[in-house]
């Protein structure tokens, strides 16, 4: 007589697909589902394009696919050498980088305005960060950071060890890591439980937070980490980047928790609970929850940047919802674009904020080439006005490009001398 063996994640998956079977439109309907694909092996990691209209997965057979949000329907495969710990595109969207494997592993770049490889980074692979607009890429190996010039694929610097040294029964790594301009600094958690704040200027660890476990995200505007904490009686932590005060504990287990996303509002957060079965969404201020998926062990969660969408996944499925808690306005409104224009020492950059926001302003010449960074920081709610001097800048037609945390303008300005 054969026997069979299930995996957690296998009867789950069977469970959901079982509901949708038996409820047909009542579970769609709760839950508000756009549509279900299932792929080929186990999702493990996701993220949304800045347009929010492309899905890329990262999965276990070492491919990572490009989906399209409407339809559904996979556009694309790319090929990895092993299975996809990270996956990351760029603030704007221009590339896509994923890649894992902590031995002999590697990062593969492409380019999405023509979907061919860009440049191949081989080097031991956790997590990933884009720095500085895509000048740099930051990559986490087991036990150290590597900063790379991400035009030229030179390797910049290498920081060894970032984490606890082994100890008898032990062996510590880096889990994951975020990247933040507000202060210039690369915030990552560890297997040891501890979060550490790592200065990109100084390539030293400013800040250890001796309660940091596993799964970390970063909120839109820069300001705030949610990370996997191990303090008793609570599962989730967020805290102000730049005063490094905890502004609520999620109570809980931590136990289960396979990742964290903040809504482009910095309003809820999204948690998955594998062994819980369930993806809950929490209210940051008051820290209830006000939103539970309960139909299986959801392993990723993301959201779109226009906060229409939220994606998650089970196993080999993959599932895109509407979000039951859509509130965001849009969060940069131009108003009265650049002035004066054409110009030959003073430009001013006018427009409106409607919530707090970290803003980037940069000089491009016609071949997209950025010239200078007029702007970066973080900007309170209201109208805005910055004033740039490109008195040095010789005559000709530029780009200036005005970027939020989900939406891009981009204006030309002609220099006349």
Not at 129 to 137: D, G, H, Q, S, T
Not at 230 to 255: C, H, N, R
Not at 317 to 325: A, E, K
């Amino acid at each position: 007589m054969k026997k069979y063996y299930f995996s957690h994640n296998v009867l789950w998956l069977a469970f959901f697909l079982f509901c949708l079977l038996c409820q047909g439109q009542n579970t769609m309907a709760q839950y508000d589902t756009v549509w279900t694909r299932m792929t080929q092996s186990s999702i493990k990691q996701i993220a949304f394009h800045p347009n929010s209209q492309l899905i890329a997965t990262g999965n276990s057979s070492a491919y990572l696919s490009i989906w399209d949000v409407p339809t559904g329907v996979e556009l694309r495969r790319f090929s990895c050498a092993s299975s996809n710990l990270a996956v990351e595109f760029t603030e704007y969207g221009k590339y896509l980088a994923f890649g894992g494997g902590a031995d002999q592993g590697g990062v593969k770049i492409i380019d999405c305005d023509n979907w061919q490889d860009y440049k191949m980074i081989v080097t031991p692979t956790n997590s990933l960060a884009f720095i500085n607009n895509a000048n740099m890429i930051a990559i986490g190996g087991r036990k150290s950071i590597s900063i790379w010039d991400f035009q030229t694929g030179e390797l910049i610097k290498k920081i060894n060890d970032i984490v606890s040294p082994d100890q008898q029964g032990s062996y510590y790594e880096l889990f994951k890591m975020v990247y933040t301009p507000l202060i210039n600094s690369i915030i990552y958690t560890s297997t040891d439980g501890k979060l550490r704040f790592l200065n990109i200027q100084t390539y030293t660890i400013d800040y250890t937070y001796n309660a940091g476990y596993g799964e970390l995200a970063i909120s839109d505007n820069g300001k705030y980490i949610a990370f996997k904490t191990g303090l008793s009686g609570f599962a989730v932590q967020v805290m102000d980047i730049e005063t490094k005060q905890i502004v609520q504990s999620i109570p809980g287990s931590p136990s289960g928790i396979t990742s964290i996303a903040f809504s482009p509002d910095g309003k809820y957060l999204a948690v998955a609970y594998e062994l819980a079965g369930a993806c809950k969404i929490w209210d940051i201020e008051t820290g209830k929850i006000v939103y539970d998926f309960i139909n299986g062990t959801h392993q990723n969660v993301a959201y779109s940047l226009n906060n229409q969408y939220i994606v998650t996944s089970i196993a080999q499925l993959l599932i895109l919802y509407n979000n039951p808690l859509t509130s965001v306005q849009p969060n940069l409104e131009i108003i009265n674009t650049i002035f004066p224009n054409p110009t030959n020492q003073l430009v001013n950059i006018q427009f409106i904020l409607p919530r707090q926001n970290f803003i980037k302003i940069d000089l491009l010449n016609l071949e997209g080439k950025k010239i200078n960074n007029i702007f970066s920081g973080l900007l309170e709610s209201g109208k805005q006005n910055i004033e740039a001097n490109i008195e040095e800048i010789s005559t000709g037609v530029y780009y200036i490009v005005i970027s939020s945390t989900s939406l891009t303008q981009t204006f030309k300005l002609i220099i006349e001398k």
